[in-house]
């Protein structure tokens, strides 16, 4: 059964400084890798998609990586600003799961202090 | 473009009581998902369907049933409510037509249930 994990579950940043999140899956046989934005009590915003065969997907000031064999993506915001606080939650889509369901970290709260 | 479209996007319902949520994907897209995601949770997985036929089945509650109609709209019934079942219920829609590694699964804004 795919587990995903998102560390740090919160982290705190002064604006203009990089944020760093982590993802890890433990079923590496994954289609691919979504990384959303979620406003509180809000919506799943799509942030960034990356295939299996890709390493990294790049939008805007967003860069996600995808280390597959590790089971790790790591999304990378420059020059964070006080409207990128959110949570942030990856899903994966594993490659054995019948209907393209995605198994979701507990996402990753961040608060850009201006 | 269109999107996932939800309704309603807030209930308040009574212990017990029964609650309809309707979910109409992107036009085109023949796979329809439900999760659920409660205060403070990741969403969790509840059901999907292609082409009107149940593709998947998650942690859904006996208590909850939903289906997918011939215009690719899908409904999620929940009966004899409890006070759990107060979360934010998304629904997504995709396409399996095409290169399934490019499937992309797209989210509405929610539909937020409050159960008192």
């Known amino acids: 059964k795919q587990e995903v994990t998102q560390i740090p579950a919160a982290l705190s940043v002064p604006e203009g400084e990089n944020l760093v999140l982590n993802c890890s899956f433990t079923d590496s046989a994954i289609y691919n890798l979504q990384w959303f934005r979620q406003d509180p009590g809000k919506g799943l915003t799509s942030l960034l998609l990356i295939q299996s065969s890709q390493r990294e997907q790049t939008s805007g000031r967003l860069n996600a990586s995808l280390d597959k064999s590790s089971g790790r993506s790591t999304l990378y915001i420059a020059a964070s600003q006080p409207g990128d606080s959110a949570t942030y939650l990856c899903?994966?889509?594993?490659?054995?799961?019948?209907?393209?369901?995605?198994?979701f970290g507990g996402g990753t709260r961040v608060l850009v202090k201006p | 473009a269109a999107g996932v479209i939800q309704s309603p996007r807030h209930l308040i319902k009574e212990k017990r009581e029964t609650a309809t949520l309707k979910c109409y994907p992107i036009?085109?897209?023949?796979?329809v998902y439900w999760y659920q995601q409660g205060p403070g949770q990741d969403p969790q997985f509840l059901i999907s369907f292609y082409e009107k036929m149940q593709s998947d089945k998650g942690s859904i509650p006996d208590r909850f049933s939903a289906q997918q109609f011939s215009d690719y709209h899908s409904e999620l019934n929940m009966s004899s409510l409890e006070l759990g079942d107060s979360a934010l219920y998304f629904c997504?829609?995709?396409?399996?037509?095409?290169?399934?590694?490019?499937?992309?699964?797209?989210f509405g804004a929610g539909s937020r249930l409050t159960v008192l």
């Open positions: 036009p085109r897209h023949d796979t």
């Open positions: 997504a829609s995709s396409s399996a037509r095409g290169d399934s590694g490019a499937n992309v699964l797209t």
């Open positions: 899903a994966v889509r594993s490659s054995d799961a019948a209907g393209n369901k995605l198994t």
